[in-house]
Structures are given as structure tokens and as C-alpha cells.
């Protein structure tokens, strides 16, 4: 039974790393990971070479990114005319690259087992990769183990320790242990039930005492989240520029409006050059509550010689007097979406996919916004919000965040799922209510604890009246120290793991001399 596994590893690892896949947001069949992950590790454990050892984790990562990341063609198919060539090369290509991210652990885990058990070597490794991924190439961190654990409310609470990377570790400890099925000894055997139970125990309870802490009390800071909900193709049609944004006005009308705030629309919700363009400009006095804010996306310039120099892909604050009051750059850039990286060594004709602009210039980086008598707040856009502990600065917290985005890119795919999972896990890393607005959805308004207070579906039109919660932001363990507890955590593992190879190696040499 052994050898015949392991002669078919590529197709059992390749099929493993496809199930896994449906553990994720919007999918959620957490329970699968229990037999693709220790399966995928036994292999790994029981390869009599380190190349398959490595290609068996390849496989697993190939497949497990490649349909994982499979949303991002949904963009390329908006213009399939001039990009849809390129779908079996970004699909094969983030198997290719991504898959490294598996492979190299599940060989460091092999070449380990003599000094670190595999089954915690592995979990480290995957983990310790993820973070690397977080800055890598300019990092691309989307779909992180830990976010499997979306479908439950509390086991997302660790992340306010350790944040999504220990997430990810525990996540791989929990589902990683029916290897010891195969143990002989029935004390390791019964480690198999017991490692998951005391983890996923552990998690729960805490999520659970954790969320009752911190329930939603409304303050007295109200917002409205607009969606209208336009399609990608009409987006930035010339034609339709002024019906869209005649449309963004309209809602932000609907019945209640003086008594909201700040009304919140989507990135580059704003058509035309904001800073520029007075007569477009002046139209937002409609929108604009008149004694709140409206905060909106657009593109901002900076000219030269009346030519543009650098174009931003910015938040703006607009007062009833359609005056921009502040406004926030994007700091961390889509790569070939919103420019190209290393473009002196690639071809000319590239150009990124979402904009006819060449590039963007990316901002200084977190920023505090502060406005009179209202809680002060940072901005966000679009997948930006990915990225664990660079979504504000630490020692000048707001009170809460603002992210905006369109995902309108992506269809009815798992992509807009996904990315509002990873910022209801920034909200409770960092301990901090975040309203998101998405042009097609989903847009949501969410607690300190990541508790989703309301919401308006993917590609429905329509506007939300939600007040901020009382404790807009609160503390935690990770605000404070950062990955330095999930780093901890993988050491702490690592000599535990290594001392107790060492005893039972004393012992047994202890036993042979007598």
C-alpha cells in the first residue's frame, strides 16, 4: 500500500493540493484540509529521495495556487480582446512561481527529520513561507492557510495575538495530526485526535470570551456605504463616465442624508481629475452631507509643464463645499496591474491591465486622517488590505480605517470573497473597525472582533446606514508586537521538537550500554 502511494505521488499530492483549495472562502469545507494535508505530509515523510520530496510539495503547491488564484483571470476576461491570451500563462505561471511556497518547506522538512519531526517542521516551514510571500517580489500574501478558518467567528480571534501567520501555523499543527494514525504505538495514535481537540479547543473558547468582550454598541458616528454596483466594462467607458458618476450622486441622496457623517464611495468611484476638474467637481456638494463628509476614490496628478507627472490611485475628503480637505495615496501598488516591476528589463508594449496610465506613483505609506469632532481614521485601497501589520502605523493608530476598492474586476469568482476575509482579519490583528466599500461589492462594516455589522451583497446596488461601534478600535497583543509572537511560536516548537529527538536518542544509546 506504501509503495504504491508513493509511485503515484505527483497525482495524489496534485489532487490533494486541489482539495485544499476548497477550504477557503467562499467554500469553507474546512474538514477536507484533515485528509489533504497529513496525506500530502506523509509523502513527504516517507520519500526515499529529497527531489521527491520536493516535487511532491511542488505538485501540492501548483495546484493549490493555480485554482486557488484562479479568480485573477476574471480581470484578463474584461478586455479578452487584448488580454484573454494571457489566461493559461497567468494560471500556469501562479502554480509555477506560488507552488515554490510548498515545495521548498516540504523539502526543508525532509532533509529536518532526523533532528525536527516533520510534522512540526512542516507546519513551521509553510508558515515561516507565507511570511516570506508577505514581501517577496513586493509580496503577494492572498489566501494564507489561516484564512480557512473564515467560516467560524471565534478561531479567527487568535489572529489578534499572533495575527494570520500563527493562524496558518496552528492552522497546519490542527490538520497535519491523523499522520500519527500511522504511528504504531497507540499513544501516538490517539495524538491524532487529541493535538486538533486541544488546538481547536483552545481557539474556540478564546474566540468565544473574546467577541463577548467587545460586543457592537452603535456610537454616534454614522456612515453610509454606496454600491452602485456598475459593471467593469462601463466603468471607464468614455461614454458613461457622467451617468456613472451622476449615479454615485443619486444614491448618496437617498432619505437620511443629513443625518449621516461621512458617505463612502469606492475606489476611483470619482471619473475625472478631482483636483482639476471644477466643474465635475462642484456636482459633489449634491453628494456630500452638509455637516459630514464625503470620502471617495479617484485618481490624483501632479503636473509638470501642464503635463502629467505621476498619477496616484488616492482616497479623497471632500467638505460640502466640494473643498478637498486631505486625501491619501495608495503606498503599495498592484504589480502589472497598476505598474509594471522591473519594467527597464522587460518589453515596451507591457503595460499594466487595469488603466491606460503607464504607471502609478506609490504614497508615502499609512496615514492618519483627522477631522473636526469625529474620530480620526487611515485609509486603505483596494489590496492593500492584505497585507498583515502594514495596514496602519502602530504609533499613531486611528480610530478606525476606511477601504475602499473595486472588485468589480472579478466577477461572481471566489476573488471578492476572499479579499473581504483578509480584511476582517486585519480588523482583528489590529483591533479596529474598518469600513469597506467595494464599487460592485462586497461592501461591509466591521467590528474590532471582525464581526461583519452589516453588508451589501457582491454586484447588488444599493446603500447601507450603519453607525461606527462605540469601541471603534481596541487593543491587542499583535497591534503591539507584531509577527514577534508567531516567530516566538515557531522557535518554541523548533528546540521542543529538537530537544525531545535528542532525549529519546540519549535514551535509547542509555538502554544500549546497559
Given at each position: ?11 495524489i ?62 480581470a ?15 494560471f500556469i505561471?501562479?502554480?509555477?512561481f506560488f507552488?515554490?511556497?510548498?515545495a ?5 522538512s ?37 484564512s ?14 499572533g ?15 491523523p ?61 458613461s463616465?457622467?451617468d ?14 443629513d443625518?449621516?457623517?461621512f ?13 482639476y ?10 453628494a ?47 504589480p ?9 528589463f ?23 486622517i ?24 502602530s ?59 452589516g ?30 509572537i ?5 522557535a ?6 529538537v ?7 540519549y ?8
Amino acid at each position: 500500500m506504501k509503495n504504491k502511494i508513493l509511485s503515484h505521488y505527483r497525482l495524489i499530492s496534485f489532487i490533494c493540493g486541489w482539495l485544499s483549495v476548497t477550504a477557503l472562502p467562499p467554500f469553507n469545507i474546512f474538514p477536507l484540509l484533515f485528509i489533504s494535508i497529513p496525506l500530502l505530509l506523509w509523502i513527504i515523510t516517507n520519500a526515499p529521495k529529497r527531489s521527491q520530496a520536493f516535487k511532491s510539495g511542488y505538485y501540492f503547491g501548483f495546484s493549490f495556487f493555480a485554482f486557488g488564484l484562479a479568480w485573477i483571470n476574471q480581470a484578463l476576461l474584461i478586455d479578452a480582446q487584448s488580454f484573454g491570451w494571457l489566461i493559461p500563462i497567468v494560471f500556469i505561471s501562479s502554480g509555477l512561481f506560488f507552488g515554490l511556497f510548498i515545495a521548498i518547506p516540504s523539502l526543508l522538512s525532509w532533509l529536518a527529520q532526523k533532528i525536527v519531526s516533520p510534522y512540526i517542521s512542516f507546519a513551521v516551514f509553510v508558515s515561516l513561507g507565507e511570511w516570506i510571500r508577505s514581501f517577496f517580489l513586493t509580496g503577494f500574501p492572498w489566501n494564507l492557510f489561516g484564512s480557512c478558518f473564515s467560516f467560524s467567528l471565534p478561531l479567527m480571534q487568535f489572529a489578534s495575538i499572533g495575527g494570520t501567520y500563527l493562524l496558518s501555523l496552528l492552522l497546519i499543527l490542527s490538520v497535519s495530526a491523523p499522520i500519527f494514525i500511522t504511528s504504531k504505538k497507540l499513544s501516538q495514535k490517539m495524538l491524532s485526535v487529541i493535538i486538533p481537540t486541544i488546538i481547536l479547543s483552545t481557539m474556540y473558547f478564546f474566540g468565544v470570551d473574546r467577541i463577548k468582550m467587545y460586543p457592537y454598541t452603535p456610537s454616534t458616528t454614522s456612515i453610509r456605504l454606496v454600491q452602485p454596483a456598475i459593471p467593469q466594462t462601463l466603468k471607464w467607458n468614455s461614454a458613461s463616465l457622467n451617468d456613472n458618476l451622476n449615479k454615485h450622486i443619486k444614491m448618496s441622496q437617498f432619505p437620511g442624508q443629513d443625518n449621516i457623517d461621512f458617505i463612502i464611495w469606492g475606489e476611483t468611484a470619482f471619473p475625472f481629475a478631482l483636483e482639476y476638474d471644477t466643474y465635475q467637481r462642484q456636482k459633489l456638494q449634491y453628494a456630500t452631507p452638509k455637516n459630514g463628509w464625503l470620502i471617495t476614490g479617484a485618481l490624483r496628478y501632479s503636473l509638470s509643464n501642464n503635463q502629467v507627472r505621476h498619477a496616484y490611485n488616492s482616497l479623497f475628503v471632500i467638505n460640502p463645499q466640494s473643498e478637498i480637505v486631505d486625501f491619501y495615496d495608495k503606498s503599495h501598488l498592484v504589480p502589472f496591474g497598476e505598474y509594471i516591476p522591473f519594467r527597464d528589463f522587460l518589453p515596451k508594449w507591457i503595460r499594466p491591465i487595469t488603466s491606460a496610465i503607464g504607471t502609478f506613483q506609490a504614497g508615502s505609506g499609512p496615514k492618519v486622517i483627522t477631522l473636526k469632532d469625529q474620530p480620526s481614521f487611515g485609509g486603505m485601497i483596494c489590496y492593500e488590505t492584505i497585507f498583515p501589520h502594514q495596514i496602519i502605523d502602530s504609533n499613531h493608530k486611528p480610530q478606525w480605517l476606511i477601504n475602499i476598492t473595486n472588485d468589480g474586476w472579478y466577477g461572481n469568482s471566489s476573488g471578492p470573497y476572499q479579499h473581504l476575509v483578509a480584511t476582517r482579519l486585519r480588523s482583528i490583528e489590529e483591533g479596529i473597525s474598518i469600513a469597506r466599500v467595494a464599487g460592485s461589492g462586497i461592501s461591509a462594516l466591521i467590528s474590532p472582533t471582525g464581526q461583519i455589522i452589516g453588508s451589501i451583497p457582491l454586484h447588488q446596488s444599493g446603500t447601507l446606514d450603519l453607525n461606527l461601534p462605540q469601541e471603534s478600535a481596541i487593543l491587542t497583543i499583535y497591534n503591539k508586537f507584531g509577527n514577534n509572537i508567531f516567530f516566538a511560536t515557531c522557535a518554541i516548537l523548533i528546540i521542543i521538537s529538537v530537544l525531545t529527538a535528542l532525549i529519546k536518542s540519549y535514551t535509547k544509546k542509555i538502554k544500549a550500554y546497559k
